[in-house]
């Protein structure tokens, strides 16, 4: 081909030069076709997205180390094998976007979770009931649709050559991270300049499916839910002002029917009351529901009800939060008690967001009676004023949802006698009378202790294998940190 290319080029210009400039042109023509050759094209647009996220458009930063021409070709190969269905351009980006994090995340995970840390020491609330951890999910790769996530936005991105957007979440009991698809319905608060969905903002999330890791991707992902709850603390400026320039301005006695048929939305921000399950037969099913009894500042309630799936919204609701719903549905309803709700009630539409103010278990006062009788000693505590009659303590003790009461901070000593069921952080002080280890555990002790009011059974475990060579019958043991439980013989 090039050998008659050449004459036909010899023949119609007669001279040397023109043979040579022909030549060229032909060079010129097959570096061009190369360099439009569409596998190599996306590679480098590929790298160039991938680099702008680092905001390193000349890969000249540290974060760019290892993001060479090899690496990326070779991770795309790995996809293609992956997906045997073929692939999109999307979804080559997304892989290597993955892929990138991932690689520079296992350099540095301390520092992305020095954040937690940080949020950490403000945790007050206890956990909801099916919250699990991210770690859980790396241990079992197993996530179920109705549990719970909660979690601190790490990072909010977009992928690289698509509008898809992905938060990067963590927890405060795990080491790992994960990243979740963002469901479309929150995009409007993802804005990566000013949106609250961000870096540092705590949210609550369940209804996940879990999508495990493929010869493309090195980890799991999260893939979008509707039902996600983002969390505000009226303690923080922006948050405050959130709440009060939104959600403020409307009340459940201003609703009207009308007004919202004709296009008007509202915003709402109310304690939950009650939580209520219950079931709508239907001629060919039955339809779950859950019933959510809200109150507003003026002590008005209305119904707020969730349909089928969406009752798994109410696993991250707690009674006695505030609940802020920015353009509830509103539907009338035969369902709503007509006396409190003037026919109305507040379903989750598509538009809907929801906003959560948790609420926190303060410490609450206990009353505690103390037992100052002879069995405790030489000394009784009432001894120290006997013309008084006896009273009560008044401790200020943390109590959790579980009812379990932690005397960790308890000022006077615990006895045997006054140990009751759901006790936590107990403390004894008593003489051993008996030791019992364990069949076939190594690390599982039990221990008689008793006091001047009594004996009971302890049973210790040890994170590794101890001997209790030094302890033996009639010493003198202090024991802290137990959890005091009811066996099934009531003792």
Known sequence: MEHRDYYACNTKVGSAMDVDHCQEDQQKEKEEEQEEDPFLKFVDYARSEL???????????????????????????????????????????????????????????????????????????????????????????????????????????????????????????????????????????????????????????????????????????????????????????????????????????SISLDAVNGGASCSLYARIEKIESSEIQRKFETLQRKQVTLVDG??????????????????????????????????????????????????????????????????????????????????????????QDLKFSQVSLPRDSQGTIDFSNYPFRSFVVDLRNKMNGISLYGVVTDIIKENDQQTVFSLRIADTSGEIWTKLHFARFWSLGRVSFGHTVYVSGMTCTMSKQKC
């Open 51 to 253: 680099l702008s996220l680092e905001d390193d458009q000349n890969g000249d930063g540290e974060g760019s180390d290892g993001l060479g021409w090899s690496w990326i070709v070779s991770r795309i190969l790995k996809t293609c094998v992956a997906y045997s269905s073929g692939v999109t351009p999307a979804i080559l980006l997304s892989e290597l976007s993955q892929a990138w994090s991932e690689q520079r995340r296992v350099g540095a995970p301390k520092k992305r979770l020095e954040l937690i840390s940080h949020l950490k020491k403000n945790y007050r609330r206890t956990k909801l009931p099916s919250t699990v951890t991210i770690d859980s999910i790396y241990e079992k790769n197993f996530l179920s649709l109705n549990s719970v996530l909660e979690a601190v936005i790490i990072d909010a991105f977009v992928l690289p050559g698509t509008n898809i957007h992905m938060l990067t979440l963590g927890d405060y009991w795990s080491s790992n991270i994960i990243d979740v698809y963002l469901h479309r319905r929150f995009y409007d608060l993802a804005g990566l300049q000013n949106g609250i969905l961000k870096r540092g903002r705590e949210i609550f999330l369940t209804g996940c499916y879990l999508r495990t890791s493929t010869g493309g991707s090195g980890h799991p992902r999260l893939l979008p839910t509707e039902y996600l709850v983002i969390l505000l603390d009226e303690n923080q400026d922006d948050d405050a002002m959130l709440l009060g320039a939104q959600f403020c301005s409307d009340s459940f006695s």
């Open 298 to 387: 003026d002590g008005v309630k209305l119904m707020f009800f969730l349909w089928g799936e969406q009752i798994l919204l109410a696993n991250l609701f707690r009674v006695g939060s505030m609940l802020a719903l920015d353009k509830p549905y509103v539907n009338s309803s035969v369902d709503c008690d007509t006396e409190t709700c003037k026919d109305l009630c507040l379903e989750y539409g598509s538009e809907t967001q929801l906003y959560l103010v948790p609420y926190i278990q303060h410490e609450e006062q206990v009353c505690v009676t103390l037992t100052p009788n002879h069995r405790h000693g030489s000394r009784p505590l009432g001894s120290y004023n006997s013309g």
